[in-house]
């Protein structure tokens, strides 16, 4: 069993910036992807970036190429979310999850386990 704990989210003025993270449980998590998922109220869950097992590759939703990163360690069993430039529409309940793969984890079916999010609430 796997249990992910994200923590980071708040209250940000446009174009700020938020670092976001997600602390796993568990001995699986070197060893799969990691991703990160909103859902903003009303709106399904979206995609928003990946990373593989080993960090080496990571692919990001077009809605958020540029502006954020996406990293983790795998010593500490922490993945990462940097949200630079952030905007009004970011705002949303950001989720981690853990892929039942080791890289290429794109859709929320790729996804296992999921945290409980944290809200991130971006002001214009």
């Known amino acids: 069993q796997v249990q992910l704990v994200e923590s980071g989210g708040g209250l940000v003025q446009a174009g700020g910036s938020l670092r976001l993270s997600c602390a796993a449980s568990g001995r699986t998590f070197s060893s799969y992807a990691m991703g990160w998922f909103r859902q903003a109220p009303g709106k399904e869950r979206e995609f928003i970036a990946t990373?593989?097992?080993?960090?080496?590759?990571?692919y990001y939703a077009d809605s958020v190429k540029g502006r954020f990163t996406i990293s983790r360690d795998n010593a500490k069993n922490t993945v990462y979310l940097l949200m630079n430039n952030l905007k009004p529409e970011d705002t949303a309940a950001y989720y981690c999850?853990?892929?039942?793969?080791?890289?290429?984890?794109?859709?929320?079916?790729?996804?296992?386990?999921w945290g409980q999010g944290t809200q991130v609430t971006v002001s214009s």
């Open positions: 990373i593989s097992w080993s960090g080496a590759a990571t």
């Open positions: 999850a853990h892929a039942t793969a080791m890289n290429n984890a794109v859709t929320i079916r790729d996804y296992r386990y």
